[in-house]
Nanobody, 121 residues
């Protein structure tokens, strides 16, 4: 199972940005999908997550201005962030929990390589 994240970049405060993550591989089913971020000098934190049934969860810092969505047919998860602030600057990582067939459908966590989002004027 491999994850490819993309969509980061340099934006100004108040702008919107969408980061996306595509999951590829064979013989797995995706359960949990989420986006995390790590700012310089800070711990990694959950930004938003979405279950296989579509239930979403957001960090308080972003919940009123972000939307997480998933496309199960394409094995992708997107995070739309609006009204970006300087404190949103971080490397954003996608994480999935996949049920892997060759491990007896055991749940395994996989992480993407991260995409940098910089919010600055």
């Amino acid at each position: 199972v491999q994850l490819q994240a993309f969509g980061g970049g340099l934006v100004q405060p108040g702008d919107s940005l969408r980061v996306s993550c595509a999951v590829s591989g064979n013989c797995f089913r995706i359960d949990y999908m989420g986006w995390y971020r790590q700012a310089l000098g800070k711990q990694c934190e959950l930004v938003a997550s979405i279950s296989s049934g579509g239930r979403s969860n957001y960090a308080d810092a972003v919940k009123d201005r972000s939307i997480i969505s998933r496309d199960n047919a394409k094995s992708t998860v997107d995070l739309q962030m609006n009204s970006l602030k300087a404190e949103d600057t971080a490397v954003y990582y996608c994480k999935v929990t996949a049920l892997v067939q060759w491990l007896g459908w055991a749940p395994i966590d996989y992480w993407g390589q991260g995409t940098l989002v910089t919010v600055s004027s």
